[in-house]
């Protein structure tokens, strides 16, 4: 075959063609708007929203446990280890005495009394961790802000506060 016996010009499958390009880049398309609302919807790029969902994901199952004053499994997704009670030397930095005090529904160091509900109203990244805006007991003058990270995956109390609006 040389150039100029090219094949006969197809006009069915070019439409083939083109109907399964279009149709791959707008299925691709559903795909990224439903993981960025999966992911909570984040103002963040594209590759931080995996980021979002995890850690959205850990944080709420954190506060359900708190909910429930299951401080003993809380305290095991705050430090990213089921199993701590078995090595409790290795996380001296915040033990579990000092987690109680802060976390616990009649300490003294805890600002919110018995934590009933809670909701998640921001999250940004910030460096390389997420930080998390939440308003507890539906309370609208006090927020929250605790951080994840995603490397380790384990929480903690943030220095940084977030703009939650008016």
Do not use: C
Request: net charge neutral; aromatic share 14%.
């Amino acid at each position: 075959m040389t150039l100029l016996d090219a094949p006969a010009y197809n006009a069915t499958r070019e439409r083939h063609r083109s109907e399964l390009l279009w149709g791959t880049v707008g299925g691709l398309f559903v795909l990224l708007i439903a993981f960025w609302f999966v992911s909570g919807r984040p103002v963040d790029w594209p590759w931080n929203w995996f980021t979002h969902l995890r850690g959205r994901m850990t944080i709420n199952h954190f506060l359900k446990d708190v909910e429930k004053n299951d401080l003993a499994a809380a305290y095991g997704i705050w430090v990213h280890d089921p199993e701590w009670q078995k090595h409790p030397e290795k996380l001296a930095a915040y033990p579990f005495n000092r987690f109680q005090q802060d976390w616990s529904p009649n300490s003294s160091e805890n600002e919110y009394g018995s934590i009933q509900s809670h909701k998640i109203v921001a999250a940004r990244m910030s460096g390389n961790v997420l930080l998390v805006g939440i308003r507890m007991n539906g309370l609208k003058s006090k927020a929250m802000f605790l951080d994840y990270d995603p490397k380790v995956h384990t929480l903690g109390f943030s220095p940084v506060e977030l703009y939650l609006g008016p």
